[in-house]
DNA sequence: TTATGTGCAAAGACTTTGCTCCTCA
DNA sequence: TGAGGAGCAAAGTCTTTGCACATAA
């Protein structure tokens, strides 16, 4: 894959590819850098930083969304959907073969190339609601 | 609105809030601060920043989505979609009604409880695939 | 009057960049 | 051997925060 874009094979990019693809928690830059020190210990987090750019570059990744102030990548290339929450800021995936076979509306056809196409939820998810409720119940009751 | 919210109807928050919802260019922080200078010449930056963040809490103003390392606001709350053009990052309301009648899959109805839900659309306007044709055209000519 | 909000300045956090040495091809 | 990449450190941006003064209610 980097001979096919005539750039250099370096074990670094090799890691942090085989991380990215291996991941299924839409992981940040810093996340990944955390995964490849386990075998490159010496490896930076410019390099890690570096090489998601390049990989976006190159069509193999892309940023899901900007949680917390962090990017979150995914190299999971198949078409499918993400729900955000906004309190323990996980990104989980979901099918949506329905949404996949709409045909899209005359005002994006003729807008330009897209490159991405996916439907994006924000929310709270369940555990978070449950948290939330308890809190709200304890902090209730100690304030009898 | 904010006498509804229990809190102080300043200049600043109208003016804020009004440019907010008069703008249709999903407009960024400092956008909003240069318009809102136009009115309030001494109003400060962090201002905006703070004032954008209660919006978003109270639920009259949302994240579309961080653009060039730019959060970007909108604070219409019709259902609506964006599609952002990565070259001049613009982006570019449009209605999907297909899509907002669609039954939401399994995995997301019982995921939790969502706060915002759209269709999010990545790539390059037709404008800027234009440009990059001229561009990509003049570096042929000139190299010959 | 008093709880809140604003301005100012400085700090924080993530990300990018210049430069030198190293390394893949 | 030579072009491109990695590491290091420092700089750049956007955004948040502490504090004193101002202000809406």
């Given amino acids: 894959m980097c001979r096919e874009h005539r750039i250099k094979v ?5 890691e942090i590819y085989k991380v990215a693809i291996q991941s299924k928690e839409h992981p940040s830059a810093e996340d990944i850098y955390h995964s ?4 490159l210990p010496t490896i930076s987090l410019d390099t890690v930083y570096r090489t998601l750019s390049s990989l976006e570059r190159w069509g193999l990744l ?5 949680v917390d102030d962090r990017s ?6 198949s078409p499918h959907h993400h729900v955000i929450c906004t309190e323990c800021n996980n990104i989980t ?21 897209l490159k991405l196409k ?3 939820f924000v929310g709270v998810c369940s555990k978070c609601d449950a948290k ?3 809190k709200v119940f304890s902090i209730r009751s100690s304030a009898q």
Avoid at 62 to 66: I, S
């Fill in 93 to 113: 995936d979901f099918l949506w073969p329905e949404f996949d076979s709409l045909a899209l509306p005359e005002d994006v056809t003729g807008w330009g190339s």
């Fill in 62 to 66: 892309f940023k899901v969304a900007v």
């Fill in 36 to 39: 490849v020190r386990a075998k």
């Fill in 72 to 77: 979150r990548f995914d190299a999971d290339l």
């Fill in 10 to 14: 370096t074990p670094q990019r090799l």
């Fill in 132 to 134: 939330n409720k308890n």
């Fill in 118 to 120: 996916a439907s994006q």
